[in-house]
């Protein structure tokens, strides 16, 4: 089977990681983990955007070439993914040569076909998000907005991408493969965009005398490439596109490899980067409709409903979400309170929640409890017997219906859909010991077959449940089979999940608390 290739938009080095940069890169590691394990395999490529006028000018103000500065801020987000445990197969750069290679020896395809012509333009340009407006970007009152930053009027000579002359093709496109975005409300957006875009073509190149930190055009020593032949490019240059003719090697096979089955990214580019003007690059390249990538479209988490923003100061730093409430804690709440695809309200309250309620409380104490009744009463030693009941039988329907709902729900990316149909076992499992009391059983010695029961169907319950919600906190659940004393074996997946994994006579581990609970002073974050 081809393998599953996954990728995230790469963060532009301007400014250090936020929430929103974590969100993404848990979602794409916990659906890379989720294939693993369901027996695929994975190649799961993340990055960093290094050029750009805005790293130029941040550069400049901190005294830097762009190229230090570039590095810098890099490892704030090498070492947020270690400390977050996203474990990615790739990582793009894109000052790194074996991606100039790629992009340089595309732009000169496209000119050779006639795809590029250059033109002298003059228009409105908005230095912050280093474009050229036109009207429709006006307000009601005939302005630019705030969002646009300083805009300036500008006359320059550039080259140009043909755009428009795919236009129509992505139309058709986008109308017969409902399948190329999802959630599938999203194309609306798309096809709208381009019913406005007629006629329009692709501004691809800034002069070397406005912007240097970029890669040069390969026909034209005057300018360098801006911001889509470079940063979207990334998707297909680290996967091995055009290896050979660039002698870069030590790539993966992109034969094998393309296409992507998930291009993971923010709603807010959507439109039209990732929707409207990379798979109109990839049509002009040659690339087939069979050959056009699947676009996942995340939603933001906002505060008080509200945008995060620098210049709001609500940006949420999730290195200090991290260090409170541990990285599967956080991870497990990035994960539990959004639908994919729609947005949700960060909230210091919720997460404290998350963390004390569900995960100390809810999973933890089971963890802890089953086994800590197991080394009480049995020293650990897990007898199958004999003995039945209703209970035990509804306990183990309940263990069983949870694999394939989890694995529906996760295969649609309904993450946190996952998450809820495992932890039915966790409900579960909790009412169970409340309701046959093994501390009673444990003082009747006529109640032995039945306490042995008891004490197994919990820690085999726990285990289907360390394996279930291990794509979500892998470090917690891996800490779980350890004290459960039983290892993942090689080549295990989500299908070998079935009643018995613990022999009789299995000895269980020594209880550790998986989420000790924070004290009431620790609950916040900030």
Known sequence: MKPFYITTAIDYTNAPPHIGHA???????????????NGREVYFLTGVDQHGQKVQKSAEKAGQTPQEFVDGVTQHFLALWEKLNVRYDGWAATTDDKHKRVVQAMLQKLHDCGQLYKKSYA?????????????????????????????VELQEENWYFRLSDHVEWLKTFIQTH?????????????????????GIDLCISRPKARLTWGI?????????????????TNYISFAGYMADECGNTGMPDFSRLWPSEAHVIGKDILVPAHAVYWPIMLHALGFTDEQIPRIIVHGWWNVKGSKMSKST??????????DTFTPDGLRYYLMRDIATGYDADFSDERISMSYNKELAGGLGNLFNRSISMARKYREGVLTVGDYDDDENKALRQTVAEATPAYLDKMNGWGIHDGIAAAWKIVTHANAFVDSTKPFSLAKDPAQAARLDSVLYHLAEALTHVSVLLDPVMPTAMAAARAQIGWELPQGFTFGDLKWGLLPSGHQLGTPVPLFPRLEEKEKTAG
Do not use: C
């Open 313 to 322: 100061g609500n940006v949420i730093d999730p290195n200090v979400l991290a």
């Open 216 to 232: 040069p055009l390969p026909f034209d020593e005057n300018f360098v490439n801006f911001v889509w032949f470079d940063a979207l």
């Open 23 to 37: 969100y993404e890169k848990v979602l794409a590691d916990v659906m890379a983990r989720f294939q693993r394990q």
């Open 178 to 198: 409902p399948e190329f975005i999802f959630p599938e409300h999203r194309a609306s957006a798309v096809l709208n965009a381009l019913e406005t875009s007629a």
């Open 123 to 151: 228009g409105f340009y908005s230095v912050r998000q280093e474009q050229f407006l036109t009207d429709k970007e006006r307000g009601p009152d005939g302005q630019f907005g705030e969002e646009w930053g300083e805009v």
